[in-house]
């Protein structure tokens, strides 16, 4: 498990009944490297302002995770870590190694709105 | 929004120098808040094994840099993390920081401790290709690339040894160095060139990547002969070093050539009450124990500092 203060995906099943319960979701696949803590600390940090997405973190090593790791949408991706994003249930951006503040919200803001 | 407090002291950065600034700060009963333009923790908490941390056995950087940053806000220091510095004064009395563009702090005594951040080539593609066969650490991303060729950048032994551990891996090693000699210690400069996988490109740096979804190759440049050839591989690992994150005090605080900032034995900067601590401050080593120490006689001498304003104040109110 990783060791963050985040939700823990442990499952497949898990992952699948999480993005359909939750409208908009981000969940960061990786391990505790340094391209992955970083984005679990800026996940962390949104928590409180992005009310309406659920955030989440899945192991990179975990076999479950191919449900992450195999998705078309992360096919080429060399860095770790995979993070994902979906709206009512389906992938609608994913992306590979570190990413900034900015490059997050951008996303979060793109695709499920700006905080009210 | 605008917070009205003047606060005793604030602190840039919330790695390991700024996190131990902060608990003796507000150990010492001096309201305090760090405001940190990343994950608090900075360096630290991105170190897989720290085990030379005297009093510790053997932990992980994230693990030790959280218990710091608990221990911090526990004595009743603010932290505010992932956030863009605007703006400062620093030469007035009271001191004052922007972040965001809009909101304002301000403070007796400023500590400068934004610590550094891996350097980058700079170079066309680096961008589009991270985490599509660009990468900056070797544990992270080296097994996406069993038998595949690739490249590592950097004559140091952060280069040097993450060479011969991408070995396990990848099925030929090119290490792109820029001078004609490695920076790296002799047993590391040995197992690279011992390893039959590896091979070098001295004098030698990277234009520019190629690819289209995926990196495909990168055109090197000898810069001795000028020549230019394209390295077709499917991975680059880049290691040169890291840059202190001070360019934003450049005019503001005095700095070396390398943007380090300069301190005395006490951690002032050239203005009163500002000081430095941590990987931004020039020194001969960079080790989580010697940015505590910086942390520790900063906040020390900020302590002084404020205590003599109040003294002053009491005195002042007094008369």
């Known amino acids: 498990?990783?060791?963050?203060?985040?939700?823990?995906?442990?499952?497949?099943?898990?992952?699948?009944?999480?993005?359909?319960?939750?409208?908009?979701?981000m969940i960061c696949c990786g391990r505790m490297g340094p391209m992955c803590v970083p984005v679990y600390g800026i996940m962390e940090e949104l928590e409180d302002d992005y009310t309406h997405v659920t955030f989440a973190d899945m192991e990179f090593d975990n076999p479950e995770s191919a449900v992450i790791r195999n998705a078309p949408e992360c096919r080429g991706f060399m860095g770790l870590p995979f993070t994902v994003y979906y709206k009512n249930g389906k992938l609608v951006k994913a992306t590979s190694s570190i990413q900034s503040m900015d490059q997050v919200t951008a996303i979060l803001n793109e695709q499920f709105g700006e905080p009210k | 929004m605008k917070d009205d407090t003047i606060y005793d002291v604030i602190i840039l950065g919330a790695g390991?120098?700024?996190?131990?600034?902060?608990?003796?700060?507000?150990?010492?009963?001096?309201?305090?808040?760090?405001?940190?333009?990343?994950?608090?923790?900075?360096?630290?908490?991105?170190?897989h094994e720290i085990a030379n941390y005297p009093g510790v056995e053997s932990t992980s950087g994230y693990q030790l840099g959280n218990i710091m940053k608990k221990q911090a806000?526990?004595?009743?220091?603010?932290?505010?993390?992932?956030?863009?510095?605007?703006?400062?004064?620093?030469?007035?009395?009271?001191?004052?920081?922007?972040?965001?563009?809009?909101?304002?702090?301000?403070?007796?005594?400023?500590?400068?401790?934004?610590?550094?951040?891996?350097?980058?080539?700079?170079?066309?593609?680096?961008?589009?290709?991270?985490?599509?066969?660009?990468?900056?650490?070797?544990?992270?991303?080296?097994?996406f690339f069993q038998d595949k060729e690739i490249i590592v950048v950097g004559g140091g032994n952060s280069a040097l040894e993450e060479a011969v551990s991408l070995t396990k891996y990848a099925s030929k090693v090119t290490i792109v160095h820029q001078f004609d000699h490695f920076q790296g210690f002799e047993h590391a400069i040995r197992d690279a060139r011992e390893n039959e996988k590896i091979e070098f490109e001295m004098e030698s740096m990277i234009q520019e990547f190629?690819?289209?979804?995926?990196?495909?190759?990168?055109?090197?440049?000898?810069?001795?002969?000028?020549?230019?050839?394209?390295?077709?591989?499917?991975?680059?690992?880049?290691?040169?070093?890291?840059?202190?994150?001070?360019?934003?005090?450049?005019?503001?605080?005095?700095?070396?050539?390398?943007?380090?900032?300069?301190?005395?034995?006490?951690?002032?900067?050239?203005?009163?009450?500002?000081?430095?601590?941590?990987?931004?401050?020039?020194?001969?080593y960079?080790?989580?124990?010697t940015a505590v120490a910086d942390g520790t006689i900063a906040a020390l001498s900020a302590a002084e500092y404020v205590n003599e304003i109040k003294r002053k104040q009491k005195d002042l109110s007094e008369a």
């Open chain 2, 73 to 143: 806000k526990s004595f009743g220091c603010k932290i505010k993390s992932n956030l863009h510095i605007t703006a400062v004064d620093l030469k007035s009395e009271t001191k004052t920081v922007e972040v965001n563009g809009k909101d304002t702090y301000a403070a007796h005594t400023v500590i400068l401790a934004p610590g550094g951040r891996p350097r980058m080539l700079n170079v066309p593609g680096e961008e589009e290709f991270k985490g599509r066969g660009i990468s900056y650490c070797a544990t992270c991303d080296g097994d």
């Open chain 2, 210 to 284: 190629i690819g289209n979804e995926n990196l495909e190759a990168a055109r090197v440049k000898n810069m001795r002969t000028g020549e230019e050839k394209i390295i077709n591989v499917e991975g680059t690992f880049i290691f040169i070093g890291y840059v202190p994150n001070t360019a934003f005090f450049k005019d503001v605080v005095e700095l070396n050539e390398y943007g380090e900032l300069l301190t005395d034995d006490r951690m002032k900067t050239n203005i009163p009450g500002v000081y430095g601590a941590g990987d931004s401050v020039k020194k001969p």
């Open chain 1, 1 to 25: 498990m990783l060791q963050t203060n985040l939700k823990h995906i442990m499952t497949a099943d898990e992952h699948q009944k999480f993005i359909e319960e939750n409208d908009n979701v």
């Open chain 2, 16 to 47: 390991a120098a700024g996190l131990a600034a902060g608990i003796y700060t507000s150990r010492a009963k001096l309201s305090t808040l760090i405001l940190n333009e990343g994950t608090p923790g900075g360096q630290l908490v991105l170190t």
């Open chain 2, 286 to 289: 960079r080790q989580v124990t």
